[in-house]
Nanobody
Framework: QVHLEESGGGLVQAGGSLRLSCVIS????????MAWFRQPPGKEREFVAF????????DYPDSVKGRFTISRDNAKSKLYLHMNKLKPEDTAVYFC??????????????????WGRGTPVTVSP
């Protein structure tokens, strides 16, 4: 059974950086594609980043492309989200999610089978 736990959120000023982590436990991490989603206050959950099981492909929406980088270390069973040049509109609860490995990215929440409980990120102006 997949267990995901995020950490690294916090309060940061606009223009700053944060690195989020997600520990993947209970399974072999390399059997799973991973993604980050976020849910801004009062809004629906939205796609932030995707990485294939072997880091061979990544995907981002235009809103974070060039600022955020997803990475993973399967040997350590960890997923990361490096966030740079943060903006107030990046304020949200950030979730990591997993699905059994496939061949392409997916931005739909329903594609993912397991989720962490989230870590909050607040970006002040």
């Amino acid at each position: 059974q997949v267990h995901l736990e995020e950490s690294g959120g916090g309060l940061v000023q606009a223009g700053g950086s944060l690195r989020l982590s997600c520990v993947i436990s209970g399974v072999t991490a390399s059997n799973y594609d991973m993604a980050w989603f976020r849910q801004p206050p009062g809004k629906e959950r939205e796609f932030v980043a995707f990485t294939l099981w072997n880091s061979g492909y990544s995907d981002y929406p235009d809103s974070v492309k060039g600022r955020f980088t997803i990475s993973r270390d399967n040997a350590k069973s960890k997923l990361y989200l490096h966030m740079n040049k943060l903006k107030p509109e990046d304020t949200a609860v950030y979730f990591c999610a997993s699905r059994l490995r496939g061949i392409s990215s997916s931005v739909r929440t329903g594609t993912y089978d397991d989720w962490g409980r989230g870590t909050p990120v607040t970006v002040s102006p």
